[in-house]
């Protein structure tokens, strides 16, 4: 069992940035492939990038802005955000699981309850 706790959210404003933590209980927390998801009013909640051991992907729209890291000694995983938008404003969630190409929700299996994070034009 894993149970995941974001921190880190907050107001900001556009081309402003913002570290989210996903902080994991478990001693076997570096196995897992760690994704960060995120869900804004109205929307389905939609992929962001994910961390399998040192491997990192990014989507789209993120890619270049979003950095993900992990730090098992602490057995947490970070969101750098950089150059927000005001189109990042969003839930984040951060979940874990086995799957090392995981893209989608089912392929996780723990979840966080998300972060808040809300960007001003």
């Known amino acids: 069992q894993v149970q995941l706790v974001e921190s880190g959210g907050g107001l900001v404003q556009a081309g402003g940035s913002l570290r989210l933590s996903c902080a994991a209980s478990?001693?076997?927390?570096?196995?897992?492939?760690v994704g960060w998801f995120r869900q804004a009013p109205g929307k389905e909640r939609e992929f962001v990038g994910r961390?399998?051991?040192?491997?990192?992907y990014y989507v789209d729209s993120v890619k270049g802005r979003f950095t993900i890291s992990r730090d098992n000694a602490k057995n947490t995983v970070y969101l750098q955000m950089n150059s927000l938008k005001p189109e990042d404003t969003a839930v984040y969630h951060c979940?874990?699981?086995?799957?090392?190409?995981?893209?989608?929700?089912?392929?996780?299996?723990?979840w966080g309850r998300g972060t808040q994070v809300t960007v001003s034009s």
């Open positions: 478990g001693r076997t927390f570096n196995m897992y492939t």
């Open positions: 979940a874990a699981g086995f799957r090392v190409r995981g893209v989608r929700e089912t392929d996780y299996d723990y």
């Open positions: 961390i399998s051991g040192d491997n990192t």
